[in-house]
């Protein structure tokens, strides 16, 4: 047991040379949260690219309530901003008049 943490950790060592990456964009998790994740996720598909990480990280710290909560305010603020510019909006509308009805022609060839 001892020595597969050893290798592990040998592993996890070599992994963090290969993609120094892995450790810049995740600066404050701590080395152990850090083994543990790539534990987890080393025998997954590794992402394509190294600007995929930050995108990765971003992710995992997407809290759904703070979002929920953020699009109530965004809605409250606009739908103040609506009733703030509704009177605008109708003093610059010019009046519509309506339509005077068409005379039909006697000559009209389409309503046969």
Same mark, same amino acid.
Do not use: C
């Given at each position: 047991?001892?020595?597969?943490?050893?290798?592990?950790?040998? #592993?996890? !060592?070599?992994?963090?040379?290969?993609?120094?990456? @892995?450790?810049?964009?995740? =600066?404050?998790?701590?080395? /152990? &949260? %850090?083994?543990?994740?790539?534990?987890?996720?080393?025998? #997954?598909? !590794?992402?394509?690219s190294?600007?995929e990480?930050? @995108?990765?990280?971003?992710? =995992?710290?997407?809290?759904? /309530? &703070? %979002?929920?909560?953020?699009?109530?305010?965004?809605?409250s603020?606009?739908?103040s901003?609506?009733?703030?510019?509704?009177? @605008?909006?109708?003093?610059?509308?010019?009046?519509?008049?309506?339509?005077p009805?068409?005379?039909?022609?006697i000559?009209?060839?389409?309503?046969?």
């Open positions: 047991m001892t020595q597969d943490k050893s290798v592990l950790i040998e #592993e996890f !060592k070599q992994y963090v040379l290969d993609h120094p990456e @892995f450790i810049e964009t995740n =600066k404050e998790k701590s080395l /152990q &949260d %850090l083994f543990e994740e790539w534990h987890l996720f080393k025998d #997954e598909e !590794k992402p394509s190294a600007s990480l930050p @995108f990765l990280d971003v992710l =995992k710290k997407f809290n759904v /309530q &703070d %979002l929920q909560q953020h699009l109530m305010q965004l809605g603020v606009l739908g901003v609506q009733e703030v510019m509704a009177p @605008f909006k109708q003093q610059q509308q010019p009046p519509t008049q309506p339509e009805p068409r005379q039909r022609s000559f009209s060839l389409g309503d046969d």
